[in-house]
């Protein structure tokens, strides 16, 4: 009775990924419609002011938060497939998707959350004409920003590649 009872709580594991799948939609939908009013700014822009536009600034930084929800919505199917994949039954997946054990699951989250990084320290980056006309900053805010997510970078990347489980191949060469 307790093995039966075991083999059935694996699809307790459909619980987050609905949850991931929910987030991966609104996310896509957040995204695809900053992205979409974006090009409708673009294109109702009056030709001879396309140069000294104020709108610029704000149509750069918007398309970058565009692309950031939809990268993080893509990071969130990805480890709902994963999931799925891995404890309920496996799913004939792109390889691009497809996972063969939880630590290749959590590397590939990680690449999708050091990418959100980037793109977020590019939205603040965004900024920089701002820091430097303003004399009451120092730039030390982007500075200690930019570092901050290089050491997160540098520690996903370090459990990534050295940390976890290891490859049955690397074994196989000790």
Known sequence: MLYRLLAK???LTVVPVLGLLA???SLFVMGGRLILHQLWVALNIPKGQLADNPILPTFEVESL???NLMLVGTGCLTLALGMFSLFVQPLKLPPSFRVGNFHELKGQFANYVILAMAISFLENLTHLP???ADKN???SELFY???GM???TFALLAFKYWGGEKN???ENED
């Open 9 to 11: 709580a694996r699809y």
């Open 23 to 25: 987030a991966c939609s």
């Open 65 to 67: 938060q565009g692309i």
């Open 130 to 132: 701002e820091m430097i």
């Open 137 to 139: 900053t120092s730039g």
């Open 145 to 147: 920003s930019g570092a």
């Open 150 to 152: 290089a050491l997160v």
């Open 168 to 170: 049955e191949a690397s």
